[in-house]
């Protein structure tokens, strides 16, 4: 069965420091993974998009990373803002026929406290 | 550019009430589809539109019926609305299906059945 499961589901940080999230998949067969960024009453937002042989991608202060082999991402925030409290939402997708069939995880909740 | 606009915003409707989200999309974006979003769940697909004039289901169709109005709009009826249908929809669109592109969200409508 397609998962997507992300740890932790929440997470307090204080102002300027760095965290990570996780992401593990059991998704075949895999054509690219996902971040997207949540805002409270908003749209998810994309920030990065990796494919099998890409294993890291950076936008601005967030840096993805991708093992393929293990089957695990993670979302590495540096130097954190109040902003970037939100959800992130890990999303993975396979390829079915030509379509890309987008598996979400359920996100981590990220509060950044000044 | 707007993006993806969705309408209303909020809605309360009674059990066995029927209503029909709206979104549109400047993006000139083939392909268009309805989440749906509930607690503590990842985003579930209701259906989809690869292109102008072809629709298909999702992970999560009954109960829902959609139309792709033309290559701009795609809207999402419920024809009898019901409690477990009381949840956050969101519409998205994106250059194609079987692609990388990334999907560009609307703001969401936040729908309670009583």
């Known amino acids: 069965k397609n998962q997507v499961e992300q740890s932790p589901q929440s997470l307090i940080i204080l102002e300027g420091k760095n965290c990570t999230l996780q992401c593990n998949y059991t998704v075949s067969p895999f054509s690219n993974l996902r971040w997207y960024k949540q805002d409270t009453g908003r749209g998810p937002v994309s920030l990065t998009i990796m494919t099998f042989s890409e294993n890291t991608k950076s936008n601005g202060r967030y840096t993805a990373t991708l093992d393929a082999d293990t089957k695990q991402s993670s979302l590495h925030i540096t130097a954190s803002q109040l902003s970037d409290s939100a959800s992130y939402i890990c999303?993975?997708?396979?390829?079915?026929?030509?379509?890309?069939?987008?598996?979400f995880g359920a996100g981590t909740r990220l509060a950044v406290h000044p | 550019n707007a993006g993806v606009t969705q309408t209303p915003k909020f809605q309360v409707l009674k059990t066995g009430q029927s209503m029909t989200l709206q979104c549109a999309q400047d993006?000139?974006?083939?392909?268009m589809y309805w989440y749906r979003q509930d607690p503590g769940m990842g985003l579930r697909l209701i259906y989809y539109s690869a292109s102008e004039g072809t629709t298909d289901k999702g992970e999560v169709p009954n109960g829902y019926n959609v139309s792709r109005l033309n290559k701009r709009e795609f809207s999402l009826r419920l024809e009898s609305a019901a409690p477990s249908q009381t949840s956050v929809y969101f519409c998205a669109s994106s250059l194609g299906t079987g692609d990388n592109s990334p999907l560009h969200f609307g703001n969401g409508t936040r729908l309670t059945v009583t």
């Open positions: 999303v993975v997708s396979a390829v079915a026929g030509g379509y890309n069939k987008l598996i």
């Open positions: 993006m000139n974006h083939n392909s």
